[in-house]
């Protein structure tokens, strides 16, 4: 991958701005995690400014990752670290971590993509013609049957190939049009 925490919080930054999983709640721990255990990156000032409540939610997210990725490398590492921490779901659906596990894993998640459905190119019209011609065929040959004896002369020559049981009945339906 060899992709930066910065330039992986640039890829995810839209992602996380839209994201409905990050609520009021979760984003204020985010908050309070990088202000008490890292106070480098994240200042008092700078969590209360973030942690207004008169703004919606995903605005203090887009302000919060801009600011974040001002602060640096360490600063956005710290906040994957802290997303993994309590909003575990929401890191795992991050789109550089989708691209990072299907990277990883080729036989988990294999890059096949199948067509729906497409057996030739021919198009229905094709497939109507030759339904069509076997459609005939099948008349042609229920009808001719009771008229022509040959048709049972084709059932008894069929039945070289097949077991005694199967080979003795279609000789006696052979046999018995034949008497008729």
């Known amino acids: 991958m060899g992709d930066s925490f ?8 839209a992602f996380l701005k839209a994201e409905r999983r990050l609520d009021t709640e ?32 995903s605005v203090r997210v887009g302000e919060l990752l801009t600011h974040l990725q001002g602060k640096g490398e360490e600063a956005c590492r710290e906040f994957y ?5 309590h909003v575990e779901e929401v890191y795992y659906s991050l789109p550089t971590r989708l691209r990072l596990r299907d990277y990883l894993d080729p036989l988990k998640h ?10 030739n190119d021919r198009g229905p019209i094709f497939f ?5 011609v076997a459609v005939g065929m099948a008349l042609l ?3 001719s049957e009771a ?32 008497m008729k």
């Open 81 to 85: 670290r802290a997303l993994h921490l």
């Open 26 to 57: 979760l984003v204020d721990k985010l908050i309070l995690q990088l202000n008490r255990i890292y106070p480098q990156i994240l200042t008092d000032k700078e969590a209360t400014r973030f942690r207004n409540l008169d703004v919606p939610t």
């Open 6 to 13: 910065h330039e992986q919080l640039l890829e995810d930054s």
């Open 110 to 119: 294999p890059r096949v993509y199948h067509q729906k459905h497409v057996l």
């Open 141 to 143: 040959y229920y009808y």
């Open 128 to 132: 109507l013609g030759c339904f069509s």
């Open 147 to 178: 008229k022509v004896t040959g048709g049972s002369r084709a059932l008894g020559m069929a039945a070289l190939g097949l077991k005694k049981k199967a080979q003795e009945v279609l000789i006696w339906y052979t046999e018995e049009s034949f």
